[in-house]
């Protein structure tokens, strides 16, 4: 079974720095990856995902990840953080094609201070 | 295009109760999910319905049910509340076809307190 695991519960960053957030997963094949956000009050939105092809994905409100096999992670990163980036951030693992329920890690909170 | 529409969105019941909520997916998406937010266990699955059968189900124990209408819509319900119950619940909807690959579209959740 797959398995992930994002090693911070919490970051804090100023507004205006660069971001990133740690995402390992454990996972036999070349995985289905996602990272979702949650902000205060709110369900689960989709930033970005990967399936295969480039390692570099782009997403949405300016956000990229980078897939790495060798080290078995997933980041996501933002070069410059705004206020409104304050929320949860969800790593998830899916295991391949016609597998319908991904795992998803614990969660990191994201803390901007102006 | 409506979003993944989840009622009530809050809720108060007291031990002993039962409660029933609600998930209407987004038009044209099969599959319906739930999830259990908590702060001490994250994102947990309960269940998983597509063409109104139960295909995946997480590790719950039985108090925690659902059901899936022919129009997509489903409904999770819990008997017998406990104070562990309370909780954030994530109603998560996808097409579910060959193609699809896990990704999930969420609804707001319905914020359950059990006093």
């Known amino acids: 079974a797959q398995s992930v695991t994002q090693p911070d519960i919490h970051i804090t960053v100023s507004e205006g720095a660069s971001l990133e957030l740690r995402c390992n997963y454990s996972?036999?094949?070349?995985?289905?990856l996602f990272w979702y956000v949650q902000s205060p009050g709110q369900g689960l939105q989709l930033l970005l995902k990967?399936?295969?092809?480039?390692?570099l994905v782009q997403g949405i409100k300016g956000f990229e990840a980078e897939f790495k096999r060798s080290q078995s992670s997933f980041n996501l990163r933002k070069p410059s953080v705004h206020w409104s980036d304050a929320a949860e951030y969800f790593c998830a693992v899916g295991a391949g094609q016609g597998s319908y329920i991904p795992t998803f890690g614990r969660g990191t909170s994201l803390i901007v201070h102006p | 295009k409506a979003g993944v529409t989840q009622t009530p969105r809050y809720l108060i019941k007291t031990r002993g109760q039962q409660v029933t909520l609600s998930c209407s997916p987004i038009?044209?998406?099969?599959?319906v999910s739930w999830y259990q937010q908590t702060p001490g266990q994250g994102l947990q699955f309960l269940f998983e319905y597509f063409s109104e059968t139960q295909r995946n189900k997480g590790n719950f124990p039985g108090r925690f049910s659902g059901r899936q209408f022919s129009n997509s819509r489903s409904e999770m319900n819990v008997s017998t509340l406990e104070l562990g119950d309370s909780a954030l619940y994530l109603c998560?909807?996808?097409?579910?076809?060959?193609?699809?690959?896990?990704?999930?579209?969420f609804g707001e959740g319905s914020r359950l307190t059990v006093l």
């Open positions: 038009s044209g998406h099969r599959s």
């Open positions: 990967y399936f295969s092809g480039d390692t």
């Open positions: 996972y036999g094949a070349t995985p289905y």
């Open positions: 998560a909807s996808s097409l579910r076809t060959s193609g699809n690959t896990g990704e999930l579209f």
